[in-house]
Each structure stands twice: as C-alpha cells, then as structure tokens.
C-alpha cells in the first residue's frame, strides 16, 4: 500500500521530461505531444524556474494564436511551482494540489529533483489505498485470515 510520494516515485519512475525557458512554445508542445504528456518542467542552470502545461498553453491561446514559433515558453509558463518532498504523503500531496489548483508536483531532495507526480498519480494511490482497506475488511467481515 502507498503512503508516500517517494513509493509512487519508485513504482512510476524518476525520469521526468524538462525543458528550458527559451525554447519555441511549438518545440515545447511537439514534444508534449510526442511524449504523450500534460506537462514538462522548466529548468534554468538546473533549478525549476516554472511548469508548462496544457492549461498554460491553453489559458495562452489569443497571444500564442499570432506565432508558437516565435514565443518562448519563458513567456506563459507557470512561475509559482508548488513541490513535494518524498516523505510527503499522498494525502498531504492531494491537498496541495487541490487548494492550489495546480496539476504536477515536482519531487525535490537536498535542493535536487528527483522526480515529478500528477495529480492522476495521487488518485491513482488514493484508489489503491482505498482498494486495499476494502479488501483488508471484507476478509474480516467473512471471517478469512
């Protein structure tokens, strides 16, 4: 059973997709697209500087109508980036995500990222963790060891 972020991290992986501030807004969606992903971290001199998202694109789309070639990622991401810890919870992480409305956490140790979880991640457990209590009782209702 799932408790914390860095046991959804070992199941689903570290790799995380990032990218740079100053590349076009088209590379950045070529490659969401190619990826099949919602979102890429942005990194500067390897610090997260931001998250680039769909709902960023999409919140975007009269001032990227004019050219994604042109407009650099740097210039819709989203800035404020709210992180998990790998100790975190899921349940601590969930309230994050839901009271900030954000959709991707960055996983940061000692100042390093170690790994990214979305909000489908942390249903995901939440779902597993439900699953297994309802097992755990329905075998002591029917009295099975």
Do not use: W
């Amino acid at each position: 059973m799932l408790e914390s972020i860095k046991q959804v991290l070992d199941r689903k992986g570290h790799d995380v997709l990032c990218i740079e501030p100053d590349i076009s807004l088209y590379e950045a969606l070529r490659l969401m697209a190619d990826k099949n992903v919602g979102a890429l971290v942005v990194m500067e001199e390897g610090q997260v500087v931001g998250m680039f998202s769909e709902r960023d694109y999409a919140r975007e789309l009269e001032f990227c109508s004019h050219s994604c070639l042109k407009i650099k990622v740097r210039d819709v991401m989203s800035k404020e980036i709210y992180f998990a810890r790998p100790e975190t919870s899921i349940d601590e992480a969930m309230a994050i995500v839901t009271e900030t409305r954000c959709r991707h956490l960055p996983v940061m140790s000692d100042g390093e990222m170690i790994g990214l979880v979305s909000i489908g991640d942390l249903v995901k457990a939440t779902i597993d963790k439900k699953d297994f209590v309802i097992s755990q009782l329905t075998k002591y209702i029917k009295g099975v060891p």
